[in-house]
């Protein structure tokens, strides 16, 4: 399908609906009256104008019948590739027990502190979906619908079922490629993979995907917004919001252009029951930067250059006397980092790294991360009035100090309470995690600050970067996480439950 054909229709819609409405106009509205009093038929003229094209004419229809091919085509061409994932995993969970009322005057307060919550066993079904890649049979879908699954079974549109493994996960980007199963994998149907940096605010998507185990469901919409972060889907995000309607069972489905090309899977929504009209899809783009290391199931190797990039606010910007738009600004630079190396500074506004454009701070994350280790890089930035071009070699993130390097689900970045820092809170002994930046669109900005110090973590003293990042990898965000916090601004400590959105 040409892109040409899609815009032709969508001029001929527009139009269409001009041509509609104008005669509506023209018409007037029986019994409306003017400002003077007069109603609007009165006041017509007395030779009437040619008629526009009303819904019953041959011109409208056929217009309509041009529509529904094109949404038709694109539909019929890309779902066969959209497979039904069903997984099974063992969990555990709390043993639910008959409560004796006489039980607490007879049992030691020290019961359950040795012998532990009780617990039993039990199987967990889900169910998603997922995009057919090749005729090896690699298939790509979000990391929290394979994590920890003991089985997989992949049912194709044709009618075809096959067992799966996983090849590959990436939880920092929620991605993740397994592989169909058996000697009879073949003649599959796959899809094609779109640019999501081409994409456009108002275009026309489709959602296609399992939705409450409702296979090969076909919604349609628009692109809502682009380079959403802080949605608590992954450590990396930059995702394309739809109103094209997503549910569970949509997750790692494919979001389609009107070419027929995947340009992001499917992988959150607004809401805990269903649809509400805010999706969010991860950029296909971000998969191909990957797509090698998780068909091979190896790990993802990230670039850094140990810079805590900030928005620029127009305070900061106003601050430090940048007139320029866009930018993220290197609020600190590591010692000894490729960035340090290279000579950034902090205070120093980053407006383009290796020929992009930088227009935010998580757009450097980005960029940064998907270079590989050991290239060499341009950097733009702005300094003191000056347009500086500086050369680094990006490291291996794999290999950088780890402490506050990276954000967790939250979208907060952290750092260990020292000695030293307690000493300065007047907290002598107090130990935890200090809060160093929270995103204002992060899910926690309304419960925690910049200062803040975390305590514990689902009721688990936390005491070091380490051990609270340890705890947060165990958590789904969906299902939320129980801080235990030091209030910077009262002093006082306080418990703040945060739940990052649900996965579809």
């Known amino acids: 399908m040409r892109r040409g054909l899609s815009v032709t229709a969508l001029v001929l819609a527009g139009m269409g609906a001009g041509l509609f409405v104008s005669g509506a106009l023209g018409r007037g509205v029986p019994g409306a009256r003017t400002a003077e009093g007069a109603t609007a038929a009165a006041r017509a003229p007395a030779v009437e104008a040619e008629k526009a094209p009303t819904p ?151 959602a296609i995907g399992n939705p409450f185990g409702l296979r090969h469901t076909v919604s349609a919409g628009i692109i809502s917004a682009t380079g959403r972060t802080g949605i608590g889907v992954a450590q ?66 990230r670039g850094y250059l140990g810079i805590f990039p900030a928005d620029l606010t127009p305070e900061l910007a106003k601050a430090f006397h940048y007139e320029g738009k866009g930018g993220a600004l290197a609020q600190e630079v590591m010692a000894d980092s490729p960035a340090g190396k290279a000579g950034v500074q902090e205070g120093d506004v980053i407006v383009e790294f290796n020929g992009h454009k930088i227009q935010d701070a998580n757009a450097l994350r980005e960029r940064v991360a998907a270079t590989k280790p050991g290239t060499e890089a341009q950097v733009k930035v702005w300094r003191e009035g000056k347009e500086l071009t500086l050369t680094v070699t990006t490291g291996d993130l794999a290999s950088a100090p780890k402490e506050g390097i990276e954000r967790d689900w939250l979208g907060l970045r952290v750092q260990t309470l020292t000695p030293d820092m307690a000493r300065q809170m007047g907290r002598p002994g107090l130990e935890g995690v200090v809060i160093a930046d929270v995103p204002d669109n992060s899910p926690a900005a309304q419960y925690v600050s910049a200062g803040d110090v975390i305590l514990s973590v689902n009721r688990q003293r936390v005491m070091n970067v380490a051990q609270y990042k340890g705890l947060m990898a165990k958590i789904e965000p969906a299902a939320g996480v129980l801080l235990r916090v030091l209030d910077s601004q009262t002093g006082r400590t306080r418990f703040a439950f945060v739940r990052g959105n649900p996965a579809p």
């Open 56 to 206: 019953e004419t041959p011109e409208m229809r056929d217009l309509a019948r041009k529509l529904d091919s094109l949404f038709e085509a694109v539909a019929t061409n890309a779902s066969p590739g959209v497979v039904l994932i069903e997984t099974e995993s063992t969990v555990r969970v709390p043993a639910m027990r008959f409560q004796n009322p006489f039980e607490d005057f007879f049992r030691s307060p020290f019961d359950e502190q040795f012998s532990g919550p009780q617990e039993r066993q039990m199987t967990r079904r889900a169910l998603g979906s997922g995009c057919i890649l090749d005729q090896e049979g690699y298939v790509v879908t979000n990391n929290h619908m394979v994590k920890g699954a003991d089985t997989m079974t992949v049912k194709l549109p044709d009618g075809r079922s096959f067992s799966a493994k996983t090849a590959g996960t990436d939880d920092k980007t929620d991605l993740a490629v397994i592989k169909l199963q058996g000697s009879d994998v073949k003649d599959l149907p796959t899809v094609t993979l779109g640019d999501s940096d081409k994409v456009n605010i108002g275009q026309w998507v489709l």
């Open 236 to 301: 990396y995000e930059s995702l394309i919001q739809t109103d094209a309607a997503i549910n569970p069972g949509n997750s790692g489905g494919p979001l389609v252009n009107l070419d027929g090309e995947v340009i992001g899977i499917n992988t959150a929504i607004v809401g805990r029951t269903g649809n509400v009209g805010i999706g969010f899809a991860i950029p296909i783009n971000m998969f191909k930067q990957i797509r090698e290391y998780l068909v091979e199931g190896k790990a993802v190797v």
